[in-house]
């Protein structure tokens, strides 16, 4: 009988040292697949409107966090055209010009949609995507995603959020 | 432990120290297989045939592979196919190797559901096999992003954002399988990691397993009659070979496997010689870039039919966005196969030309599944999309239906 207690004493000690080991693997195991800090820290990146020789109706393509941003002047058919279908609230705008800054990936299955004369058109599976990034036929299930930036003058920092980011985010909601 | 006096190097001294002559008989002369089987049942050694032809041309790829995603591409294009003497033999062996390990293990899931080898007894069986060809799943689509092409990358970032879970927006859990915001160098080391060690060791352990499930339930036969192996053993060792319904696994039944395997072997030569470019998309013949999407994105041809049915439904429908029900539908999908022991509710083990609306059901379902693979390849527009979408109705349908089909099939039998 006691060499029973012994045993299941024995039993129960390695059970526990086993569990919290066990819990501490995962989680270590777990952090060694997350983002790299170099990476992390390498995800901010700049750009100003003023300098980025945008064509009103032309969207445009930079790269943050190996993503593509696409980044569209709207000519005044589109400001009128978003209006009438009550986007109006959805372009970023500063000094008068109004701009549709969207991550360029299709929000079905993660596709780089192509400028097809006043839409974005999915090759993948046929997504489309209107002048304000609104998902506008095909299997993409919501408009296409605002990224996080701030606004200082003319210059964009993508990865810092702003209000003016945070109000675009939230009218797509 | 007794004192052993024969020397180590001799038959007899192995044996007293291991068991050798013991072993030998329960795995190999004394492993018993019914003889009314056909080339069907070849399947299983031939696909351990394939796999060793892909370990080994795995191994010498291996050696000059270069998992980075500034050098891979090179080292397949460049180092291995230009410069490794017999290099572009070994990419394509392995190439080819990975496709036709599909065709056979398709061949094989379906003789087991056409014979009915997956019931009543025999579920240990079917389930190891499924999860081989899960995990033989994980291994192709790893595998495949290793070149660093154009179709490497973007099947690679389709496949990654499955895990997004559609409106779920999952996103933390993307970044994290990929290790980075996109698929990057990371992502490709974790995966050739993934599709040179981990899953190999994976796919080996549960190749033994399987192996183990079918010692002891057995074989099934072409009639499905149940065999009483003891008995039927006892007639063949007592020399009754032409009366006994059984043969020994060695060397009776594995020869005429090796004379399949040899008609196999030319089959899959042929393709590597003659007719690779099946296993070798031209689109990944471009180096993977991050800010172009192919015109048109599509898996390897053993993955169409799933893939098709996660693009089938392409409008929005019961409350629900229409890429979340493609995601539940291609999920259901992978694992369906897995319960297809505990949807057969016909208590009998019959082959399916003995249960008349399961033969059905049978052909129905390779048919669509046929149908599914062709549309999978296809640009999703137009009528394409509608063929899509009903083939995955079709799919689903089958599904649901299984259960009451193979009741009735029991129940006008009066089984039940």
Sequence with gaps: MSNTNRRDFLGMSFAAVAAVGGVASLVGMKQAWDPLPSVLAAGFTTIDLAKAELTPGKPKTFKWRGKPIFILQKTDAMIEAAKAAGEEDWDLVIDGKHYTVVIGICTHLGCIPAWNVDKWKCACHGGEFNASGKHTFGPPPKPYVVPPFSVKGTTLVLGEKGPQSAKMIEVRA | ?416
């Design chain 2, 1 to 416: 432990m007794a004192k052993i006096e024969e020397s180590l190097f001799s038959a007899e001294g192995m044996d007293k120290r291991l068991a050798t002559k013991k072993f030998w008989k329960v795995m190999m002369t004394e492993y018993w297989i019914p003889k009314d089987i056909n080339f069907l049942w070849a399947m299983g050694v031939v696909l351990a045939v394939t796999f060793t032809i892909l370990i080994i041309s795995g191994i010498f790829l291996l050696m000059y592979y270069k998992p980075d995603t500034a050098l891979a591409f090179d080292s397949v294009n460049y180092t291995i196919m230009q410069e490794v003497a017999y290099g572009w033999l070994f990419r394509h062996m392995h190439g080819v190797a990975a496709s036709v390990v599909f065709l056979v293990i398709y061949i094989h899931m379906f003789t087991g559901i056409y014979y009915g080898s997956y019931k009543k007894g025999r579920e240990m069986i079917w389930i190891s096999g499924m999860l081989l060809f899960v995990t033989f799943s994980a291994e192709g689509f790893s595998g495949y992003m290793l070149p660093w092409g154009q179709m490497s990358y973007w099947a690679a970032a389709v496949i990654t954002n499955l895990f997004a879970g559609g409106s779920l927006e999952a996103w933390g859990l993307v970044e994290w399988i990929r290790g980075g915001f996109t698929v990057n160098d990371a992502t490709l080391t974790r995966f050739f990691m993934l599709h040179v060690f981990l899953l190999p060791l994976a796919i080996i352990g549960i190749i033994v397993l399987h192996f183990y499930t079918l010692r002891i339930p057995h074989v099934n036969n072409q009639s499905s009659e149940e065999i009483d192996f003891d008995a039927e053993a006892e007639k063949y060792l007592a020399g009754n070979k032409k009366e006994s319904k059984v043969i020994p696994f060695w060397p009776v039944f594995l020869s005429k496997d090796f004379a399949v395997v040899s008609v196999f072997l030319i089959f899959y030569f042929y393709l590597v010689f003659f007719n690779y470019n099946f296993a070798m998309d031209p689109v990944n013949f471009d180096p993977a870039n991050a800010m172009k999407t192919p015109a048109h994105i599509y898996p390897e041809w053993y993955f169409l039919w799933s893939y098709e049915t996660l693009r089938g439904p392409f409008f929005d429908m019961l409350g629900m966005k229409a890429g979340d029900i493609g995601l539940i539908i291609f999920g259901l999908a992978q694992v369906i196969f897995l319960v297809f022991p505990f949807l057969d509710k016909d208590p009998d083990i019959l082959p399916a030309y003995k249960r008349p609306k399961f033969q059905i059901w049978f052909w129905i379902m390779i048919l669509d599944l046929l149908v599914l693979s062709v549309y999978g390849k296809l640009p999703p527009t137009g009528a394409n999309a509608w063929v899509g979408f009903f083939a995955t109705g079709i799919f689903l349908a089958l599904w649901v239906s299984l259960p009451f089909i193979t009741k009735s099939d029991a129940k006008s039998r009066g089984a039940l």
